[in-house]
């Protein structure tokens, strides 16, 4: 079943449509990831399909059609958004940026002291620094901290925008670690945007290729792989 089925969908900017009309589905349990060079529409893609732009076409959720809800009722029916550009509170300390992630549950403050240990589990830095201000931690545990917080949400799809951006390889290794047992051990599913091509490339189920805005192959990681000119067009090896 597909958890996501965006369809005809559009959005832009103001008079400037940067998406045009594209259909994109993730199956449950999947990570599908979107390649494409700086400008391709990545980021609005991710933008309009959690509700934080205007948008034209559909958008379902589990079979459900989510179109028309605003972001944070999109967040409670399970989508959760990874900005580029971590998207963390600054001025809260890393405890209050947990704790601002389940904002919109209602399973009781337990499960939710529950999950925050979890989380700090996977990721022993955030414990470390539990009190410090999110706006003073490194670049990497500021992206530990921003997909932690988006799972506080107990999201059933992850959408990712450039986790590894301005990261270290083996900090950007880490963190693609966490999302894989995720998706493997749980069933997450994930919505990926990046550009490191390659690392992405190897955790992927289905990779789509977006150019100006419009979807111009997709397929498995392998068939895209296989393909010599959409390998050294758009995957650079």
């Known amino acids: 079943m597909s958890i996501l089925h965006a369809r005809q969908l559009s959005a832009g900017y103001g008079p400037v449509t940067v998406l045009h009309d594209i259909e994109l589905v993730v199956e449950e349990g999947e990570i599908v990831v979107i390649l494409g060079a700086n400008g391709a529409g990545k980021t609005t893609t991710m933008r309009a399909v959690s509700g934080t732009i205007p948008r034209q076409g559909s958008v ?48 009781g403050s337990a499960a939710v002291a ?38 506080m949400s107990r999201p059933k799809l992850l959408l990712c925008d450039e986790p590894s951006l301005g990261l270290a390889p083996l900090i950007t290794q880490e963190l693609f670690a966490v999302i894989e047992r995720l998706n493997k051990e749980e069933g997450l599913s994930v919505l990926l945007v990046e550009q490191n091509a390659n690392l992405a490339m190897h955790m992927a189920s ?16 392998e068939e895209l792989s296989a393909d010599d000119t959409i390998r050294k067009a758009y995957l650079g090896f």
């Open 114 to 151: 529950a999950d925050m240990e979890r989380w700090y589990g996977q990721f022993p830095r955030l414990a470390e620094r539990k009190d410090q201000r999110a706006g003073s931690l490194s670049g990497g545990e500021q992206q530990m901290l921003a997909i932690a917080r988006a799972l």
């Open 60 to 107: 379902e959720l589990n079979g459900h059609d989510i179109t028309k809800l605003s972001p944070d009722a999109i967040v409670r029916q399970g989508v959760a958004q990874v900005p580029q550009g971590r998207g963390t509170f600054p001025e809260l300390s890393v405890h209050d940026n947990l704790r601002a992630g389940a904002i919109t549950r209602h399973d």
């Open 206 to 221: 289905r990779v789509y290729l977006l150019e100006t805005g419009r979807i111009v192959a997709e397929g498995s990681a």
